[in-house]
C-alpha cells in the first residue's frame, strides 16, 4: 500500500470549495507502488479486490450479529452518485455483490411517483433507510433533488437551495442514531461516457441499458459538473462525508470502492458478540435432549 488511507485520498474535505476539473476520472490514487502492482494493475487490483471481499464480508457479519444478539444500532448506508454510466451499476454488482445478500438493502431511486411526489423530498429516502445490521445502498439518492431537479428547473431555486441544509441535518441526526454515512462520487469524463453509451449500442448483451434520455442529460454536462460541485462542497461533512472515486477505469473503482469500504468498516471496531450464554450446560442440553 501507499500508506495513505484511500479515505485520506478521496475524501472530499468537509468546508472546502470540491473542483472536479482538478481530478482526473482516469486516476488511481493510492494504488501500490510495488512492481506487481504497477506491471498489470488491472490484474493487480482484480485480484486485491477478490481477496479483500471475504474480509469486507466478515466486517459486515460482525456488524449484523452486534445487531441481532448485542442491539448494537449500528448500520452502514453507502450512497453511489454518478453521471449516466458511471459505473453504479457495476459496483453494486462487483462490490456489494462480495457481501451476504441477506444483510444488504440496495435501493435504486428513479423519478418520484405519484406518491413519492405527494411527499417532501426526504420522505421516500427516510422509508428506504438500513435497520440496524444492515449495509444500505443507495443507487442514486436525496441528492438526485439537487442534481437532476436543480439541473432541469423542476423546482424553484429557493426550493432546492435549502435542501443542502436539509440534506445535512437528516444526515448528523442518521450518524447519531448509529449510521455510518459513505457517499461516493464515480467520476468519470465525457469521452469515457461516450464510449460507454456506444458500447451499449454496438453490445447486443448492452443495448437493454442504453437510454435515448442519457443524451439529453450528457449535452449539459457542464451544468452537473456544477451542481456536483455545490453537493460535495456544502454536504460533505464530518458525519458524513463526500469521496470522489476516479471511475474511468473500472477495475480501479471496484478497488478504491471495496478499499474504502473497508477502512471505514475496520475502523468501526465491530467485534462478535458475545452472548450471555453458560456454554457448559447448554451443551449437556443439547446432548441430552432427544428429538421427539
Ligand atoms: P437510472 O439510474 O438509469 O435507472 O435512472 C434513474 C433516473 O431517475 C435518472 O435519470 C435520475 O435523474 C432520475 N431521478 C432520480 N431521482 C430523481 C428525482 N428526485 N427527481 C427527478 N428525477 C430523478
Ligand atoms: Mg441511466
Not at 448509529?178 to 464515480?186: A, E, P, W
Not at 449535452?219 to 452537473?224: A, D, I, L, N, Q
Not at 453537493?231 to 473503482?253: E, G, I, M, Q
Request: net charge neutral.
Amino acid at each position: 500500500m501507499s500508506g495513505v488511507p484511500i479515505r485520506e485520498l478521496l475524501l472530499v474535505p468537509p468546508g472546502t470549495p470540491a473542483d472536479l476539473a482538478a481530478i482526473d476520472p482516469r486516476s488511481t490514487p493510492g494504488l501500490p507502488e510495488d512492481r506487481a502492482a504497477q506491471r498489470d494493475p488491472k490484474a493487480w487490483a482484480r485480484a486485491d479486490v477478490a481477496a479483500r471481499l471475504p474480509q469486507l464480508a466478515e466486517l459486515q457479519e460482525r456488524l449484523y450479529a452486534s445487531a441481532k444478539v448485542a442491539r448494537d444500532p449500528r448500520r452502514v448506508l453507502l450512497v453511489l452518485q454518478a453521471m449516466d454510466c458511471g459505473g453504479k451499476d457495476g459496483t453494486i454488482k462487483h462490490v456489494v455483490g462480495g457481501l451476504n445478500p441477506g444483510g444488504v438493502r440496495v435501493h435504486s431511486f428513479g423519478p418520484p411517483t405519484r406518491e413519492e411526489r405527494r411527499h417532501h423530498f426526504l420522505w421516500r429516502i427516510r422509508r428506504a433507510l438500513p435497520a440496524a445490521g444492515y449495509v444500505g445502498v443507495f443507487n442514486r439518492s436525496q441528492y438526485e433533488d439537487v442534481l437532476v431537479v436543480r439541473v432541469h428547473g423542476l423546482v424553484s431555486p429557493e426550493i432546492w437551495s435549502r435542501r443542502y441544509d436539509e440534506i445535512n441535518r437528516l444526515e448528523a441526526g442518521l450518524s447519531v442514531d448509529g449510521f455510518t454515512i459513505v457517499k461516493v462520487m464515480l467520476h468519470i469524463s465525457p469521452e469515457e461516457q461516450a464510449e460507454r453509451l456506444l458500447a451499449r449500442l454496438d453490445d447486443p448483451t448492452k443495448r437493454w441499458k442504453y437510454n435515448v434520455a442519457d443524451v439529453e442529460e450528457r449535452s449539459r454536462w457542464r451544468e452537473y459538473q456544477e451542481a456536483y460541485e455545490a453537493v460535495l462542497t456544502r454536504c460533505s461533512t464530518s458525519a458524513a462525508p463526500w469521496y470522489v472515486v476516479p471511475a474511468d477505469r473500472k477495475w480501479y473503482r471496484d478497488w478504491a470502492v471495496a478499499q474504502l469500504l473497508t477502512e471505514v468498516m475496520d475502523g468501526m471496531h465491530l467485534r462478535y458478540p458475545e452472548p450471555e450464554l453458560d456454554l457448559e450446560a447448554e451443551r449437556k442440553r443439547v446432548l441430552a435432549t432427544v428429538p421427539a
